[in-house]
């Protein structure tokens, strides 16, 4: 004979900032895990600053020593380095926002969203989580300074490292903004690959920003990345022997109508920059489904 079975009451836990740090936690964690076991990514990402430094680099330095320009006592090298540390962190926080795509292609992000916690503690982990990746990530490329004439300095890189994880912060949510309506990997990717070719090359990444045509160099201003790549290469420079004329050649920084900006100020920008492209991701995914 059967039984009936009383039903079960299902409690849902109330919702507390505990219970959505923890959520905050589980999704930082996640994308830790699934950076270290994607080997090949992590391969392919260590690839790509090499190429940059070691190929391009001695190609560019070659040039400019056998021409006119003034480069004398800096590497070009050296001069890229900053640049490609920013770009480094640029392409692994993409891609890490991407993975939310990924999550929504396959029906994980529904699971996710349907879970008794705050979609803000959704972004905000995954958020933290592209940044903690790109910052590991960044460890592989300082381990390279020596390569390039940049000195073994504790406080240097542990200036750089800060820099690099707010600036991987801020690329994170820009692409958690540019995720949260895109259902397709492939569109997410190409769009992508559109967006930040110009951040890159406009950002003074391989070139210095002085000199430059006044269109060009009204869109550098307007790039929120050249104010990443400016005080990372603020920072290199401080702690290199150069004369004063190099270092306003190669370490010119960023001048709004005359007026240079000070370091801080593009470090707060930069900060402002994330939270306001983080909040927009928020909006984006509490109106989502």
């Excluded at 392409?91 to 999550?103: L, Q, R, Y």
């Excluded at 400016?230 to 960023?254: I, K, Q, T, Y």
Aim: charged content about 15%; aromatic content about 10%.
């Amino acid at each position: 004979m059967d039984v009936a079975l009383a039903p079960q009451a299902v409690r849902v836990p109330e919702r507390s900032v505990r219970h959505d740090l923890r959520a905050v936690k589980i999704v930082l964690h996640r994308e830790l895990i699934w950076f270290w076991r994607d080997r090949m990514r992590l391969v392919a990402n260590l690839l790509q600053p090499l190429l940059w430094l070691l190929v391009m680099g001695t190609g560019l330095s070659t040039l400019m020593t056998s021409g006119p320009g003034p480069a004398g006592e800096v590497d070009l090298k050296t001069f890229i380095f900053p640049g490609v540390c920013a770009t480094s962190v640029m392409f692994t926080a993409m891609f890490s926002a991407g993975s939310i795509v990924w999550d929504r292609e396959f029906g994980f992000l529904r699971e996710m969203l349907v879970a008794p916690v705050s979609r803000t503690a959704i972004v905000v982990g995954k958020c933290l989580g592209g940044s903690v990746v790109a910052t590991v990530q960044s460890v592989l490329i300082l381990a390279l300074a020596g390569l390039v004439g940049v000195p073994y300095d504790p406080v240097l890189l542990a200036e750089l490292l800060g820099l690099m994880f707010l600036t991987a912060f801020s690329l994170t949510a820009f692409g958690l903004l540019l995720a949260a309506r895109i259902t397709s990997v492939h569109s997410f990717f190409g769009i992508m690959q559109v967006g930040i070719m110009p951040l890159m090359f406009l950002s003074g990444a391989l070139y210095p920003l002085n000199g430059l045509p006044a269109w060009l160099s009204v869109l550098t201003r307007f790039n929120p990345l050249t104010y990443a790549v400016d005080p990372l290469r603020h920072a290199v420079f401080s702690h290199l022997d150069v004369s004063p004329e190099l270092r306003r050649v190669f370490d010119p920084g960023v001048t709004w109508n005359g007026w240079l900006v000070p370091v801080w100020l593009e470090v707060v920008l930069i900060v402002l920059i994330g939270v306001v492209l983080m909040t927009g991701a928020i909006v984006q995914f509490r109106r989502g489904d």
